[in-house]
């Protein structure tokens, strides 16, 4: 079983829609919570962290982090063109490292 | 958050050669990490850079093939050894100041001939 799951893309929406993007876990343990934002040929960019239960907002993008269900999702509203990347769910244990979901890429629609 | 600088950001190798990767934070990090990004794949650890002590490599990751140096708390290498076509990846240097987020460095694009 994998260590971090996100929903297989890729997902395409058109400009202005809501993207939404899900990742599970499997560490009941797990504290902490993030996704990156990756544009091809560059490296990973943080752009939510959440470490409680419930929603967290920054500008258009909203985490949601369920820990009795494992599940964490982010949702990306009012969607641009410039959300046009690979987005990675990435969890973190006890001992600082990080774990990575295989990514879901998402094209926004002009 | 910490400036990450990684170099080179990209090179073209021999196989049967090494390339050593350097990664240089702008502050005193407690963690730096080397990751590899094969194409098309998502990122997978390598190892833990230890200030002053031999790194903590993941499985599947050995030193002989990895050797990786942090003398302090800001600087840290990894050498990518006897490469072959299969090391064709981009290697990534994180960090982690206070165990909450982590950033990464540019990323170096190694390609093997």
């Known amino acids: 079983q994998k260590e971090v799951e996100q929903n297989s893309g890729p997902l395409s929406v058109p400009e202005g829609a809501i993207a939404s993007l899900n990742c599970t876990y499997s560490?009941?343990?797990?504290?902490?919570f993030f996704w990156y934002r990756q544009y091809s040929g560059k490296s990973p960019e943080l752009i939510m962290s959440?470490?409680?239960?419930g929603d967290k907002e920054d500008g258009r993008f909203t985490a949601q982090l369920n820990k009795a269900s494992q599940y964490v999702s982010l949702l990306i509203r009012d969607s641009q063109p410039s959300d046009s990347a690979t987005y990675l769910c990435?969890?973190?244990?006890?001992?600082?490292?990080?774990?990575f979901g295989a990514g879901t890429t998402v094209t926004v629609r002009a | 958050s910490a400036v990450i600088s990684q170099k080179p950001s990209r090179d073209i190798c021999q196989r049967g050669t090494s390339l050593t990767i350097q990664c240089q934070v702008d502050?005193?990090?407690?963690?730096m990490f080397w990751y590899r990004q094969q194409p098309g794949q998502s990122l997978t650890l390598i190892a833990t850079?230890?200030?002053?002590?031999?790194?903590?490599?993941e499985s599947g990751f050995v030193i002989d093939k990895f050797p990786i140096s942090r003398p302090n708390l800001t600087f840290s290498t990894l050498t990518v050894s006897n490469m072959s076509p299969e090391d064709s990846s981009i290697y990534l240097c994180?960090?982690?100041?206070?165990?909450?987020?982590?950033?990464f460095g540019q990323g170096t694009r190694l390609t093997v001939v």
């Open positions: 850079a230890n200030q002053g002590s031999e790194a903590t490599y």
């Open positions: 990435a969890v973190k244990n006890g001992d600082y490292k990080l774990s």
């Open positions: 959440i470490y409680s239960n």
């Open positions: 502050s005193q990090v407690t963690m």
């Open positions: 994180s960090v982690d100041s206070a165990n909450t987020e982590a950033f």
């Open positions: 560490d009941r343990g797990s504290q902490s």
